[in-house]
């Protein structure tokens, strides 16, 4: 029995060993680690930090009892607090860095339970990298930025390697990657103590879009980034339908660029209004019938001129009934419009539109209903003609001033200006023998006058 327990002990430290995986992980990808791993050439007051990943292979649980490390210049950091046990199939991730000092080699020993993994890294002197206007950097994540530049155009900077070294420096290699970047500088240089080399990187945007690159220059490497992005929409062209415009109408409004669209893009049309006087704010009964709002989608395809408004080719929209100007104006916030993105249409103040009238008789009384707008919120006076069997007035007019009434009704209104008055008259005497009505109604843009409105 004591023998099976000592040879039991025995193996389970091998048993344990064989549950875990070492890898280092950049990005996505795991690259097993054995025995040695190198951090490869790290420039002078530098630091690089490398992921590793012990995985638990087994069927059960293990537990990482010792994570340590032995060496100068490396350390472990971002840890979970040891023990740490590990489910079977997850892993423990911790970051290995290393911070050397001097120029020359360095080496320490990483143990993850009782696996030993050599560990390699080399101080190497490395130039110090600058850049000039437009681009931007290098920040304290070693990103040098071209900045936005619109599709199909180039941005060029220039670079500096500086040697603050009291001795000459090579630098190799000195590449530059990444489609959209490109390099004049040779494949390495010699810099004397002290002194600085430049050279230019240009990056092309071909198209729209962020685009990465990176420079490495000896031990260093940078990160290059520059976006590409679609200049403004060619200007709008608005048609209408009509070239004057009045209340209580129903236009079509298609749009067009002065170009082809050199991307797909979408955005909004959308309507304003602003009334000519000041007895309203608004009318909402200026709007875009399809929606029954003042703003609608609109999308146009690379290599097209024409605007799909609302799904359509064209949109139709309301006029209202109050005068003033309605403003149209495209809107494209991921792109932009280059030129005018408004145009605006004039409803003018105009006599009152009668939409019907009716003449009725009751045994001494005779009623009138006018349905009606005023687009300018001026009525006031009516005049009241009325007529016997052969159209003769039976006494001179009638004039009644309604101008406070419809101030009253109008004030504050936002559906716009359409009314229904009815008016009625007591008769004395045999009403039968008026048989119709002339009424003219005024406002500030005019009269309009309503003939033989015929008594029944």
């Known amino acids: 029995m004591i023998a099976r327990l000592i040879l039991a002990a025995a193996l389970t430290p091998f048993a344990v060993h064989a549950q875990i995986s070492l890898f280092v992980v950049d990005g996505s990808t795991e690259t097993p680690v054995t025995t040695v791993y190198g951090f490869g050439q790290?420039?002078?007051?530098?630091?690089?930090?490398?992921?590793?990943?012990?995985?638990?292979?087994g069927a059960s649980a293990l537990t990482v009892t010792k994570l340590a490390m032995s060496g100068i210049g490396f350390a472990i950091v971002n840890t979970a607090i040891?023990?740490?046990t590990v489910a079977p199939g997850s892993a423990l991730d911790f970051t290995m860095r290393f911070t050397g000092g001097p120029v020359g080699p360095y080496t320490a020993n990483l143990q993850v339970n009782t696996q030993i993994v050599l560990l390699l890294a080399t101080i190497v002197a490395g130039p110090t990298v600058g850049v000039a206007a437009p681009c931007t950097g290098p920040d304290s994540q070693r990103l040098i930025s071209f900045g936005r530049v619109q599709q199909g155009g180039q941005v060029t900077c220039t670079f500096t390697l500086q040697n603050p070294f009291t001795q000459a420096l090579i630098v190799s290699p000195i590449t530059v990657s990444g489609?959209?970047?490109?390099?004049?500088?040779?494949?390495?240089?010699?810099?004397?103590?002290?002194?600085?080399i430049t050279f230019?990187?240009?990056?092309?945007?071909?198209?729209?879009?962020?685009?990465?690159?990176?420079?490495t220059a000896g031990p260093r490497v940078y990160n290059l980034s520059g976006t590409?992005?679609?200049?403004?929409?060619?200007?709008?062209?608005?048609?209408?339908?009509?070239?004057?415009?009045?209340?209580?109408?129903?236009?079509?409004?298609?749009?067009?660029?002065?170009?082809?669209?050199?991307?797909?893009?979408?955005?909004?049309?959308t309507m304003a209004f602003t009334p000519t006087g000041s007895v309203v704010s608004d009318d909402s009964a200026i709007q875009f019938t399809a929606s029954g709002k003042r703003v609608i989608p609109f999308s146009v395809a690379q290599g097209a001129s024409n605007l799909v408004l609302n799904t359509q080719a064209n949109v139709i929209f309301s006029t209202g009934t109050t005068a003033g100007k309605i403003t149209f104006t495209l809107e494209s916030p991921a792109f932009g419009i280059s030129g005018a993105a408004s145009t605006s249409i004039t409803i003018a103040g105009a006599p009152m539109t009668i939409s019907s009238s009716s003449a009725t008789r009751r045994v001494n009384d005779l009623d009138i209903s006018i349905w009606a707008f005023d687009?300018?919120?001026?009525?006031?006076?009516?005049?009241?003609?009325?007529?016997?069997?052969?159209?003769?007035?039976?006494?001179?007019?009638?004039?009644?001033?309604?101008?406070?009434?419809?101030?009253?009704?109008f004030r504050g209104q936002i559906l716009?200006?359409?009314?229904?008055?009815?008016?009625?008259?007591?008769?004395?005497?045999?009403?039968?023998?008026?048989?119709?009505?002339?009424?003219?109604?005024?406002?500030?843009?005019?009269?309009?006058?309503?003939?033989?409105?015929?008594f029944p």
């Open 42 to 57: 790290v420039a002078q007051g530098d630091t690089k930090d490398v992921l590793f990943r012990a995985r638990n292979n």
């Open 82 to 84: 040891i023990p740490f």
């Open 179 to 196: 489609a959209t970047f490109s390099a004049t500088q040779a494949s390495s240089a010699s810099i004397p103590a002290g002194q600085f």
């Open 200 to 215: 230019t990187v240009r990056f092309t945007a071909a198209t729209m879009g962020t685009f990465n690159g990176t420079l």
């Open 228 to 269: 590409g992005f679609s200049g403004p929409l060619p200007a709008p062209i608005f048609t209408f339908d009509a070239a004057t415009f009045l209340s209580g109408q129903q236009h079509t409004l298609s749009m067009r660029f002065a170009q082809p669209s050199t991307v797909d893009a979408n955005g909004a049309l």
């Open 375 to 409: 687009n300018t919120y001026s009525a006031g006076r009516m005049d009241f003609t009325f007529n016997d069997a052969g159209g003769n007035p039976v006494a001179a007019a009638i004039t009644a001033d309604f101008t406070s009434a419809f101030s009253s009704f």
């Open 416 to 454: 716009g200006s359409a009314f229904l008055v009815r008016m009625t008259f007591p008769v004395t005497g045999d009403p039968q023998t008026i048989r119709s009505v002339d009424v003219t109604v005024a406002n500030s843009a005019g009269n309009v006058r309503l003939s033989r409105l015929n």
